[in-house]
Structure formats: C-alpha cells, structure tokens
C-alpha cells in the first residue's frame, strides 16, 4: 500500500497538511456519518477524488483554505470544510459539499488533514488513522493517479466548461468538440486545470 503524502504550502510552513489518496473504498457511508456527527477523531477532509483532476487543483483549495484560517476569513465551520468550499465555482456552500464531498457512493476518496500541534491535535498521526478505519486500498497521491479517477465529464459539467468552447471543449474546424476520450489526455487535463484555478481565484477575489 502507498504511503500518505506530507505537504508544506508556501509561505504555510507552520500548518503542514497530510493528504491520503484510496481507491476502492468500501465504508464511504461510515466515513461520511462521522463528518455529519462532528467526530473530533475524524477531522479531515473528505473529498470525491472523482471531482479532482490534479495535484495543483487539490493543493489550490488547500492553500486558500490554510490562508483564509490564518487571516480570519473562514466562511464554514473550520478549515477543513473550508477546503471543500474552495473547490466550488460558487459560494454556494451546501452545493459544494454535494458536488465535492463524500458521499454514500464515494468509491476514490481524497483525505486531508491541516496537522495541528500533536499535543492537541486528537489525530497525532493521520496516515496510521487513515489506514485503520478507511476500508480501501490507499494509492499515489500523484497526477497520473489522480488522471485515471477523475470523471472529465463531471468536472467539466461542475465548472461549466462545455460553454463558449472552453478547456477540452475547443471546436476544431468540422465544428465539433472533442470526444471524451480524448480529453483525458496530459495536455487537455492541464488546459483544464488552469481555467478551474482561474475560476477558483475570481470567486474568491
């Protein structure tokens, strides 16, 4: 089984975060309910790795997440629903849990967890917690990874990319887009990701 990845965002030295990628994940159901109970022991951030075409698309949200802790401009309950919230194209809170959250069907989960002092923090070491109570097999947290479970449809339809041929839905001169099965291809993928930072960044501006 791979290891969880440990991340320092620039300029965030002090608030490292641990990101866990799994596939085929059994207990989604679970995992959800203690996010909707508050379980302190399950203080992470639950995404559908579904909805998540890059490393730089996760990290973006990570990074405005951690940034808006520390200058005080949270608009959810804490930073970690606050990652969630900054993958939305809207403000719309309750839609971005629905589109980028765990639900009962989630089968590739992202992970996250902003690591606190281990004096206070009640999950000291995320990566062993992780693999003690997520039933599925954790993998890579890498593009190539990421390129293989993400849905492009859905993440196209989220950010309404198919309009005005925007990223991977450029007309060519027959006039039509390109079939879906090319769009998982590296050069549409990154074109992708820049206009969602983009629109990640203008909501938030």
């Known amino acids: 089984m791979a290891d ?18 799994f596939a085929d994940v059994a207990n989604a159901p679970f995992l959800r309910q203690q996010l909707l109970e508050g379980n302190s ?23 405005r997440a951690v940034n808006d802790l520390l200058h005080g401009r949270l ?23 629905r589109r980028f959250g765990i639900s009962d069907t989630t089968r590739t989960l992202l992970a996250i967890k902003v690591l606190n002092s281990p004096a206070t923090d009640p999950i000291p070491d995320p990566s062993s917690h992780l693999a003690t109570h997520v039933q599925g097999q954790r993998v890579p947290f890498n593009d190539a990874t990421l390129a293989l479970t993400a849905e492009i449809p859905r993440v196209r339809k ?35 990701e820049a206009v969602i930072l983009g629109i990640m960044a203008v909501k938030g501006s």
């Open 4 to 21: 969880g990845t440990t991340l320092q965002l620039p300029h965030l030295a002090s608030h490292p975060v641990h990101i866990s990628l």
């Open 41 to 63: 022991a399950f203080e992470y951030a639950f995404l559908d790795a579904s909805t998540i075409i890059s490393v730089n698309h996760v990290l973006a949200a990570v990074f």
């Open 75 to 97: 608009k959810s309950r804490n930073v970690h629903s606050e990652i969630v919230f900054s993958l939305s194209p809207n403000n719309n809170i309750a839609e971005s849990f």
């Open 158 to 192: 989220i950010y309404k990319l198919d309009s005005g041929g925007d990223a991977g839905g450029r007309k060519g001169k027959g006039g039509k887009g390109q079939p879906n099965g090319a769009m998982a291809a590296n050069s549409t993928i990154k074109e992708m």
